[in-house]
T-cell receptor, first 114, second 114 residues
Framework: KAGVTQTPRYLIKTRGQQVTLSCSPISGHRSVSWYQQTPGQGLQFLFE???????NKGNFPGRFSGRQFSNSRSEMNVSTLELGDSALYLC?????????????FGQGTRLTVV | SQKIEQNSEALNIQEGKTATLTCNYT??????LQWYRQDPGRGPVFLLL?????KEKRKERLKVTFDTTLKQSLFHITASQPADSATYLCALDKPTGGSYIPTFGRGTSLIVHP
């Protein structure tokens, strides 16, 4: 079966701009989670969407937001980009959510803010 | 908040030997603990999940133990191969809002020498 697809793979943006990243989960998976990975902080949870509703949110400012569509595809948006937002952004899909089910990660979107 | 400690120094071993990676945590014992493998520039790949009431889990050459008294999980790769070289992450799941929020360790790099 097709894996988790994230687009775009690479992105360069300027400070102050906004960006939208996309994640297509595995067919049948209703949970999509987003993560930020940086060398300094490691892999950190941003938020989780399940059946179009945000179920959990990590400790990130309101500039980070997301949504999920009826076909389970998800987008995350970062507004007013800062240099510190440069990171690998990963999404993971699973049947019911993290915890007792296997999560499948995409390849990630490498965002560079200049 | 939950803190997870994984050895930040790379683990170098010879092919054929058993690699043992450690994941220590503070505070609460998680309901689930997961191990992932991550290769450079790619998303993590799920390896094993162990529940709080399980002591040990095996899958092919992989074995995970979970000691809630010591607040520690050990991850073993037997008969290691150069292809096992990667960064290994442990993740602890905290039940929240009907789902789980994962906290990831920073990972340990494993290098298997031929």
């Amino acid at each position: 079966k097709a894996g988790v697809t994230q687009t775009p793979r690479y992105l360069i943006k300027t400070r102050g701009q906004q960006v939208t990243l996309s994640c297509s989960p595995i067919s049948g998976h209703r949970s999509v989670s987003w993560y930020q990975q940086t060398p300094g902080q490691g892999l950190q949870f941003l938020f989780e969407y399940f059946s179009e509703t945000q179920r959990n949110k990590g400790n990130f400012p309101g500039r980070f937001s997301g949504r999920q569509f009826s076909n389970s595809r998800s987008e995350m948006n970062v507004s007013t980009l800062e240099l510190g937002d440069s990171a690998l952004y990963l999404c993971a899909s699973s049947l019911e959510g993290m915890g007792n089910t296997e999560a499948f990660f995409g390849q990630g979107t490498r965002l560079t803010v200049v | 908040s939950q803190k997870i400690e994984q050895n930040s120094e790379a683990l170098n071993i010879q092919e054929g030997k058993t690699a043992t990676l450690t994941c220590n945590y503070t505070n609460y014992s998680p309901a689930y603990l997961q191990w992932y493998r991550q290769d450079p520039g790619r998303g993590p790949v799920f390896l094993l999940l162990i529940r709080e009431n399980e002591k040990e889990k095996r899958k092919e050459r992989l074995k995970v133990t979970f000691d809630t008294t010591l607040k520690q999980s050990l991850f073993h790769i037997t008969a290691s191969q150069p292809a096992d070289s990667a960064t290994y992450l442990c993740a602890l799941d905290k039940p929240t809002g009907g789902s789980y929020i994962p906290t990831f360790g920073r990972g340990t790099s494993l290098i298997v020498h031929p």
